[in-house]
């Protein structure tokens, strides 16, 4: 258990350290029923998903024309992990025309013990750049559900 409170403090400090030179890459989602639904999403990831925010913020996870295969497979079970209280940590390519795969790290906002949204934060790695550490991510597990 404590390896995994370092590990999130390590990528929290990445985190931080690529949003103060390249701005917050960021995302958040509610339930509604059992569908998840985007409510919010910053300017810089929109650019690097190559869409608009009228595309992505009120419609579902299912179907966003930037989620490929593996990650929509991923999201069925990362999501209502989050959801859960759980805050998980994954990587993904989110489409073949993307040049980059992200870490994303979410966290679920929680008031009076109960999940009211979940917040995503995407650090994005360029293919090329950091092919080999794609590769070592592809041989581990796709993601981790980390306890606090």
């Known amino acids: 258990m404590e390896n995994n409170?370092?590990?999130?403090?390590?990528?929290?400090?990445?985190?931080?350290?690529?949003?103060?030179?390249?701005?917050?890459?960021?995302f958040a989602f509610i339930r509604k029923r059992n569908t998840f639904i985007y409510t919010?999403?910053?300017?810089?990831?929109?650019?690097?998903?190559?869409?608009?925010?009228?595309?992505?913020?009120?419609?579902?996870v299912d179907n966003r024309?930037?989620?490929?295969?593996?990650?929509?497979?991923?999201l069925e079970e990362i999501y209502p992990a989050a959801w859960g209280g759980k805050r998980v940590v994954f990587y993904c390519v989110p489409c073949q025309s993307t040049n980059a795969f992200f870490v994303t790290t979410l966290k679920p906002?929680?008031?009076?013990?109960?999940?009211?949204?979940?917040m995503g934060t995407c650090v994005p790695l360029?293919?090329?750049?950091?092919?080999?550490?794609?590769?070592?991510?592809?041989?581990?597990?796709?993601?981790?559900?980390l306890y606090e």
Not at 7 to 24: A, H, T, V
Not at 65 to 74: E, N, R, S, T
Request: charged share 35%; aromatic share 8%; glycine share 4%.
């Open 40 to 60: 919010d999403v910053t300017s810089p990831l929109l650019k690097a998903l190559n869409t608009t925010r009228d595309e992505f913020v009120g419609k579902s």
């Open 126 to 145: 360029d293919k090329n750049e950091y092919k080999d550490t794609l590769h070592l991510l592809k041989k581990l597990k796709p993601f981790e559900i």
């Open 65 to 74: 024309p930037f989620i490929g295969d593996d990650l929509a497979v991923k």
């Open 109 to 118: 906002q929680i008031d009076n013990n109960k999940v009211v949204e979940v």
């Open 5 to 26: 409170i370092n590990l999130m403090s390590l990528f929290d400090k990445f985190i931080k350290e690529y949003e103060d030179s390249n701005g917050e890459m960021r």
